[in-house]
């Protein structure tokens, strides 16, 4: 493996890029994971509270969907021509 200078190993470099993709791979595997189980956990919660309040969540909901209506829906005025003189 490597050889043993004072306490630390050392490790030829070969040795740590060849497992370097699969520690790639893993990582990308536990992060996709812990992302759904994240969101699982956030929808649940989310679904819960909305049980538990319907009335606020209707409001929120309304509430978001006007703001979301004046932001994407706006009707630009017209330009006012200015009189010559």
Do not use: C
Not at 23 to 43: P, S
Not at 45 to 68: K, M, N, R, S
Not at 77 to 82: L, S
Request: glycine content about 12%; hydrophobic content about 40%.
């Amino acid at each position: 493996m490597g050889e043993v200078r004072g306490n630390p190993v050392q490790v030829p470099a070969s040795e740590i890029r060849a497992g370097i993709p699969a520690r790639r791979a893993e990582a990308l595997g536990r992060g996709i994971a812990a992302g759904r189980e994240w969101a699982r956990k956030g929808r649940q919660l989310t679904l819960d509270w909305i049980e538990d309040h319907p009335g606020q969540a209707l409001l929120i909901a309304i509430g978001a969907g006007f703001v979301l209506g004046q932001i994407l829906f706006r009707v630009a005025e017209p330009e006012k021509e200015e009189p010559e003189d």
